[in-house]
């Protein structure tokens, strides 16, 4: 079965400085796709940034980027320019085919002024 | 993104009661949806996928009896948690993925809160 770790349960940024959250997955599959989610207080999940496997070129939203290392089935978010409301849990997740979303166990963001 | 809402966003009700809680796509329709459960500072548990016009598929360990779900339109799941208990309380979110986005991408609904008392 897959998995997805995230090995940072906890991890705190300065604002407007840089912060790289990590994520390692286990597969046998060669196309899949690879996602960050946030939950902020509120509890809603939101999309943050979406990989699709037989892409080789990073993923990138705003302040908001990837490093994809397929071989070593690794997929780390990271934030640049930190802001106060980027804190917030992070999920990384795995979706083959159509098979529902296997989440890791996330990594709590604290932003500190 | 897609919009995805929950209904209701807060619930207590008294053990030994039933408890509905839908999930709606708003603005695209959804042949599967999924539902997760959260506990406080804990990652999302996959509950079940529910299939439209279909029964739902469920996880290991998730009692069919007590968490019905049913999918009976392209817009709308119900998760009915039967005859509540205290331990039942927790955070249950719905997700769907639009097709005509791809399907890549699940949207998440806002979760609703149970209490059980």
């Known amino acids: 079965a897959q998995t997805v770790t995230q090995s940072q349960p906890e991890m705190s940024v300065q604002e407007a400085e840089t912060v790289t959250l990590s994520c390692t997955y286990d597969?046998?599959?060669?196309?899949?796709?690879l996602f960050w989610y946030k939950q902020p207080p509120s509890r809603q999940m939101i999309l943050v940034i979406r990989?699709?496997?037989?892409?080789?070129q990073n993923a990138t939203e705003n302040r908001f980027s990837v490093n994809f290392q397929k071989a070593a089935k690794s997929f780390s978010l990271k934030i640049s320019d930190s802001q106060l409301g980027d804190a917030a849990m992070y999920f990384c997740?795995?979706?083959?085919?159509?098979?529902?979303?296997?989440f890791g166990k996330g990594t709590r963001l604290s932003v500190i002024a | 993104g897609a919009v995805v809402s929950q209904h209701p966003s807060w619930v207590i009700c008294k053990s030994g009661t039933s408890v509905k809680i839908e999930c709606r796509s708003l603005d695209f329709q959804a042949t599967t949806m999924f539902w997760y459960r959260q506990f406080p500072k804990q990652s999302l548990m996959l509950m079940a996928t529910?299939?439209?016009?279909?029964?739902?598929?469920?996880e290991q360990g998730v009692e069919k009896d007590k968490f019905l779900i049913n999918h009976a339109s392209l817009t709308l799941s119900t998760l009915t948690v039967t005859s509540a208990h205290p331990e039942d309380s927790s955070f249950y979110i719905c997700?769907?993925?639009?097709?005509?986005?791809?399907?890549?991408?699940?949207?998440f609904g806002p979760g609703t809160r149970l209490l059980v008392l």
């Open positions: 529910s299939n439209e016009g279909s029964k739902a598929t469920y």
């Open positions: 990989q699709e496997a037989y892409k080789q």
């Open positions: 997740a795995y979706r083959q085919g159509n098979t529902p979303l296997v």
């Open positions: 597969t046998s599959e060669s196309d899949y796709y």
């Open positions: 997700s769907a993925r639009d097709p005509g986005r791809g399907g890549e991408t699940q949207y």
